[in-house]
């Protein structure tokens, strides 16, 4: 079948397009909504400004395929190859791409409200400035155990995105918005999240050993049973936060806000909180020995059961007020 022939049936009022095949076509600004394309071949096709909105594209093969500014609103997609495909500013809200293959993808600035990337490959994408926040309950972005290694996710907003046991590895979320977010379990050792967003958001038991975490706001974030092992941590605004039972041991938290923060039973053993605000934490059995505490400030902490055996305090306000020599 040729591109005329594919779009005389459609005109038509034919819909089912099952196993197709449309190699390398040239089908720019072509609509094909609410069609049956399962198993169908648009390997390398030229697709931008498409519209496949409601369609279903199960299984189908769309490697290499470009797909900039399509309308696949409500599409399903599901077990898709999209290896190297781009859909830059493609509108995806409410596509199902469970399970797809979106290996070394581009997807910067597409619409993913309410998209469902649970247990898809998208290592080595690029997701820059993508939308997938959350809006009133209409849209919900999912990405359980989505593999995301070294996905590039600078200024994406994930605002209460599901991304429970996701594989952040080596990530780069720079400035994104994670405000909200449900990480729990999730993967983001060696990750880069610089000055990322990440307040009330869910981190019960992930991973953030050797991240890059400087001036990233965790205001109110769960962080209970967080491994922050080796993290850079630089500035960061941990106010209020849950760090239960976290490790942070040798982590870098120099002049970060730790006010009213809850550590009960983190190990920070040879952390650097250096100038840190911990105002009013919550430090019950906390182990910070051989901690450097110069100059932080510890206004009304109890620190009766606290761990400082051979910690720098040199300079720290000390919970009564006074100045440790």
Do not use: W
């Not at 990750?191 to 038991?205: D, F």
């Not at 051989?290 to 510890?298: S, W």
Request: aromatic residues 4%; neutral net charge.
């Amino acid at each position: 079948m040729n591109v005329r022939e594919l779009k005389q049936l459609y005109a038509s009022g034919q819909r089912d397009f099952q196993g197709i095949d449309m190699f390398g076509a040239d089908l720019i600004g072509i609509m094909l909504d609410q069609v049956d394309l399962r198993d169908a071949n648009f390997t390398f096709a030229y697709l931008s400004r498409s519209s496949f909105k409601k369609a279903n594209l199960t299984r189908a093969k769309l490697s290499g395929v470009n797909l900039n500014q399509a309308l696949l609103i409500d599409a399903d997609l599901s077990n898709v190859d999209l290896h190297g495909a781009t859909l830059n500013n493609a509108d995806l809200r409410n596509v199902d791409l469970r399970n797809a293959d979106l290996l070394d993808s581009s997807l910067v600035e597409a619409d993913l409200r309410g998209i469902n990337l649970s247990s898809a490959n998208l290592t080595g994408a690029c997701l820059r400035g993508v939308n997938m926040r959350t809006e009133k309950r209409v849209y919900q972005a999912l990405l359980h155990n989505t593999i995301l290694v070294k996905a590039d996710l600078r200024s994406a907003i994930l605002t209460g995105a599901k991304m429970v046991m996701a594989n952040l590895s080596r990530a780069n979320l720079g400035e994104a918005n994670l405000r909200r977010a449900d990480l729990r379990g999730a993967n983001l050792s060696q990750a880069h999240l610089a000055n990322v967003t990440l307040a009330e958001a869910n981190l019960l038991g992930a991973n953030l050993q050797e991240t890059d975490l400087t001036n990233s706001n965790f205001l109110r974030a769960k962080l209970a049973r967080v491994d922050l092992r080796n993290a850079k941590m630089q500035g960061a605004n941990l106010s209020s936060s849950n760090l239960e039972s976290a490790k942070l041991n040798n982590s870098n938290l120099s002049n970060s806000r730790l006010s009213q923060a809850d550590l009960r039973y983190a190990d920070l053993r040879e952390a650097n909180l250096e100038g840190a605000n911990l105002v009013d934490a919550f430090l019950g059995r906390t182990n910070l020995s051989h901690t450097n505490l110069r100059n932080a400030i510890l206004m009304r902490c109890d620190i009766s059961t606290t761990n400082l055996m051979g910690a720098d305090l040199q300079g720290a306000t000390m919970p009564d007020g006074s100045i440790h020599d």
